[in-house]
């Protein structure tokens, strides 16, 4: 008797720890307009063609800057100027760079 109430102690402990500790993480807040890229407020993409974006100079600019930020946390990792031809960036890098920012502006891997 006196082991069953220890081990109906313990794991009454174990669940009620385990409860408490999880964590749900709120999600990074979304702009709702686009951003200004220089005096236009385009977020820096001027159109759509077959297979990607065409982006502006200061787009490439920041993309660079979160590749070299967050490029190891892809496999396999992403170098900066992969997927961009000119001013084209392929829709893949597109989505990984839409996805960097996210964990830019939640602070994730800071």
């Known amino acids: 008797m006196k082991y069953a109430k220890w081990l109906l102690i313990s794991l009454t402990i174990l669940c009620l720890v385990g409860c408490v500790t999880t964590q749900i993480p709120t999600p ?3 702009p709702e307009v686009a951003s200004y890229d220089g005096s236009t407020q385009n977020s820096g993409i001027l159109g759509i063609v077959d297979g990607g974006y065409i982006v502006t100079p200061n787009f490439l600019k920041k993309y ?3 590749v070299s930020k967050y490029g190891s ?3 396999p990792a ?3 100027m992969d997927g961009v031809i000119g001013q084209n960036i392929d829709k893949e ?3 990984k760079y839409l996805v960097m920012m996210q964990w830019q502006r939640s602070g994730l891997y800071r």
């Open 28 to 30: 990074a807040p979304t």
């Open 64 to 66: 660079a800057e979160l």
């Open 73 to 75: 946390k892809f496999t």
């Open 78 to 80: 992403i170098q900066p």
């Open 93 to 95: 890098h597109m989505i």
